[in-house]
């Protein structure tokens, strides 16, 4: 069982920066795709961002793009999403995920818990 551990949740107001972190065990971490989705209430799962095993390519959602910054840090097994400008559509459940490169939920076979983060107006 693997287990992906994400961290750095919370409330935060219109315009705040918010800094998600994720924890995955070896081999998953440098072998699998790292990314995050998110589902906010009576919404479907949405892609967020994802960055491959070497950190060379990237997906945004368009939603997000320029506001969110996905990292990972290899040497401690940690991918990270920085969220900038957040928004009130941004509050969800935010999900960090590891699996095959791409914007499906599909691509992914590993999932954390989720960690809420909430955007007050």
């Known amino acids: 069982q693997v287990q992906l551990v994400e961290s750095g949740g919370g409330l935060v107001q219109a315009g705040a920066s918010l800094r998600l972190s994720c924890v995955a065990p070896?081999?998953?971490?440098?072998?699998?795709?790292m990314g995050w989705f998110r589902q906010a209430p009576g919404k479907a799962r949405e892609f967020v961002a994802t960055m491959t095993t070497n950190g060379w390519r990237t997906i945004y959602a368009d939603s997000v793009k320029d506001r969110f910054t996905i990292s990972r840090d290899n040497a401690k097994n940690t991918v990270y999403l920085q969220m900038n400008s957040l928004k009130p559509e941004d509050t969800a459940v935010y999900y960090c995920v590891a699996g095959s490169y791409g914007d499906r939920s599909s691509d992914y076979d590993y999932w954390g818990q989720g960690t809420q983060v909430t955007v007050s107006s």
């Open positions: 070896e081999p998953t971490f440098s072998r699998h795709t």
